[in-house]
């Protein structure tokens, strides 16, 4: 044992020396805490855009005030006036982004058609929404490994290219203690790092003292854990220095790459989703239909989703707001069909990354440090849904001004549903990727072992 920690010694001043390796350290440190800083920046924006949209809606309904100083009809009052849906974020968001970069934080809304305000703020393809930005995961996931390759690619080879090897193994010290003793220097430096991001950024973000905390921790020290043992694996080989880079490279490549790039096209074409532009679309279709369509037919329609109604006075009128408000939901629920079709669509998209994300370590631990961070799939699908929720209730506040020609005053502004909706962890998620990257992990330490114990290391 003490020779092991003599050896761990060497290998101290051995960094000390190599100042390629000091430099590239100290270069992931840095990104690792610029990472930080962008995560908490870009939240902190979408947190303050999200701050002034109360002064927003507040500034709107003054405006409208003084437009309709008496009472008005409901209808116009519904055509002019905005309010917003806004989806609050985790402080743990900082630390992973994830879906938050490409997603809209709020949406703003009117009293008109659904679909066509729920996703004009969508500007991506939906197989992007699997992918996350430049935070502190970022460089967890795509830049430790790199570290570790660097660190772990000659870790015997480099011995035995110097002809320092043989009288290394002449002394009463086996070949198995020095890849111990290198490995355990290597290991406590890059989680020594990863520890020291992960504490800064969670400090920064303030983020509550919880489970949660060590569910990040255990997820990060398993994925370096398993890098450790591709080097392991790869090492047991015994092959130049060279040629371990070049493995070790086209790991990562085939892991952070080619495997996630694959799995996006193998689910893409498993589970094809519409753009969300085509349901807006279609419903604009339905709608601009509506004003040709005979306000009868329009009316009965509407009176079979809504038979409350169905008494109230004849519309006689060339135009009247509840007709409408009427053929604006009927464009809602002719696309309804398309609009499940997208959120199903999408769900299982996410559950199928979730089967196969095995296939590749970091596709699993950035899947799992987004559901911690609340800033996956599934929560802006839940946010979505509360925003039809709070749609519907909008409508639900208007109808009876609408149906019963009741006028609108100014007292009545402070009646209506306001909304809100924050991120939660997504725990269970987070947990059963812990669960596959612990297999991960001791499968490839496992074989990186038993390869090793089975070819003896020759000098030479």
Request: glycine fraction near 8%; hydrophobic fraction near 45%; charge should be positive.
């Amino acid at each position: 044992m003490k020779i092991f920690w003599i050896l761990v010694q060497y290998e101290w001043r051995h960094f000390k020396a190599a100042k390629g390796l000091v430099v590239l350290t100290g270069l992931v440190l840095l990104v690792g805490l610029y990472g930080i800083y962008y995560g908490t920046t870009e939240l902190n924006r979408q947190r303050q855009h999200l701050a002034e949209l109360p002064t927003l809606a507040h500034h709107n309904v003054e405006e409208l005030k003084v437009k309709f100083p008496k009472p008005a009809d409901a209808g116009e009052i519904g055509y002019y006036h905005t309010t917003f849906a806004v989806h609050h974020p985790l402080n743990w968001a900082s630390l992973s982004l994830g879906q938050r970069d490409v997603n809209p934080s709020y949406v703003k809304l009117r009293l008109l058609g659904l679909q066509g305000q729920l996703y004009a703020a969508e500007n991506v393809n939906p197989t992007k929404m699997l992918s996350g930005n430049f935070d502190l995961a970022f460089v967890l996931v795509y830049l430790f490994p790199l570290l570790i390759i660097a660190l772990c690619f000659n870790l015997l080879s480099s011995e035995r290219e110097q002809g320092i090897l043989p009288l290394l193994l002449a002394q009463p010290v086996s070949a198995g203690v020095v890849v111990g003793a290198k490995l355990t220097f290597r290991l406590g430096l890059v989680l020594g790092l990863a520890w020291l991001l992960s504490a800064v950024a969670m400090g920064w973000a303030r983020v509550p003292l919880d489970g949660r905390v060590g569910l990040w921790l255990a997820l990060v020290t398993l994925y370096c854990l398993f890098w450790f043992g591709v080097a392991l694996l790869v090492t047991a080989w015994q092959r130049p220095s060279a040629f371990n880079a070049v493995a070790l490279v086209g790991v990562w490549l085939l892991l952070l790459v080619l495997v996630p790039g694959l799995l996006n096209v193998y689910v893409a074409a498993k589970r094809p989703v519409p753009q969300g532009i085509e349901l807006t679309v279609k419903q604009r279709e339905e709608i601009h239909g509506g004003w040709d369509k005979p306000k009868a037919e329009t009316m009965q329609r509407f009176f079979a989703l809504y038979p409350q109604w169905r008494d109230t006075a004849t519309i006689r009128e060339r135009f009247v707001w509840r007709w409408y408000y009427a053929f604006q939901h009927l464009g809602d629920v002719s696309v309804q069909p398309l609009a499940a079709a997208y959120t199903t669509g999408l769900r299982q998209r996410h559950e199928l990354v979730e089967k196969l994300n095995w296939l590749s370590p970091a596709v699993n631990v950035q899947t799992s440090l987004n559901a911690l961070a609340g800033t996956d799939l599934p929560t802006h699908l839940a946010f979505q849904q509360s925003v039809v929720h709070y749609h519907d209730a909008l409508r639900a506040y208007y109808y009876p001004f609408l149906y019963n020609k009741t006028p609108f005053t100014h007292t009545d502004y402070a009646g209506e549903p306001t909304h809100t909706f924050t991120s939660t962890s997504e725990t269970p998620t987070a947990v059963q990727g812990l669960w596959k990257l612990l297999v991960s992990t001791g499968v490839v330490g496992a074989v990186g072992l038993l390869l090793f114990r089975a070819r003896p290391v020759a000098p030479r």
